[in-house]
């Protein structure tokens, strides 16, 4: 639809229709820092960055995306309070943007290549904090935190992040606890009945 002034076009958005969020433009339209091209092996990766240098940047942009992966998420239904997470997001200034450094994109390199390697049902959980420091030759374990997420199954970054978020203002008590989706659930209660049968 149109405004009354012809130069004002809004083309993909009314007032009943909220506008999809589009990473790159709001990502450029900040002025952020993109990431070299050898910093990042595929663009899920990139897209990662710029959600987590955008929230940094502006985390209020991050509420309804919060509440979109509430709703929608099955990691994260079960989460019966956001609100703080909502206030926490609406208060916080924008922070500085994080950057690559080259020794842990190496670690989780490794690492990961080892994690498809083993070809394990379950992917083991951790292993890059381990993989750093060998390959620093020095213990930094005190400087490092890291999180393995087995059941991501979308290709929106911003949906990663604000799942993060959720599960980490939750005390990470879902991250470690498994959670089946639909599909396991229904295999499982086959498996279930057809020993009982």
């Known amino acids: 639809f149109t405004f009354k002034d012809p130069k004002i076009i809004i083309m993909g958005c009314g007032p009943s229709k909220q506008q999809e969020f589009d990473l790159a433009t709001q990502y450029q339209q900040a002025n952020l820092t993109q990431p070299w091209g050898n910093e ?24 309804p995306i919060v509440k979109k992966v509430h709703k929608e998420s099955e990691l994260t239904k079960q989460i019966k309070n956001t609100q703080n997470l909502i206030d926490a997001l609406n208060k916080t200034e924008g922070l500085t943007q994080v950057k690559f450094d080259e020794f842990a994109n190496q670690a989780v390199r490794e690492n990961n290549k080892a994690q498809v390697e083993a070809a394990e049902e379950t992917p083991a959980i951790g292993g890059n904090i381990e993989a750093y420091n060998r390959i620093l030759g020095t213990d930094k374990t005190a400087d490092c935190e890291e999180f393995t997420m087995c059941k991501f199954d979308s290709d929106q970054a911003q949906n990663f992040v604000a799942m993060q978020l959720l599960l980490d203002f939750n005390g990470g008590k879902l991250a470690a606890k498994p959670v089946e989706t639909p599909v396991e659930e229904t295999e499982k209660k086959d498996a279930e009945a057809a020993e009982v049968a």
Not at 47 to 63: C, G, T
């Open 40 to 63: 990042t092996q595929n663009d899920f990766e990139k897209k990662l960055f710029m959600a987590i240098n955008l929230l940094r940047y502006d985390p209020k942009r991050y509420v």
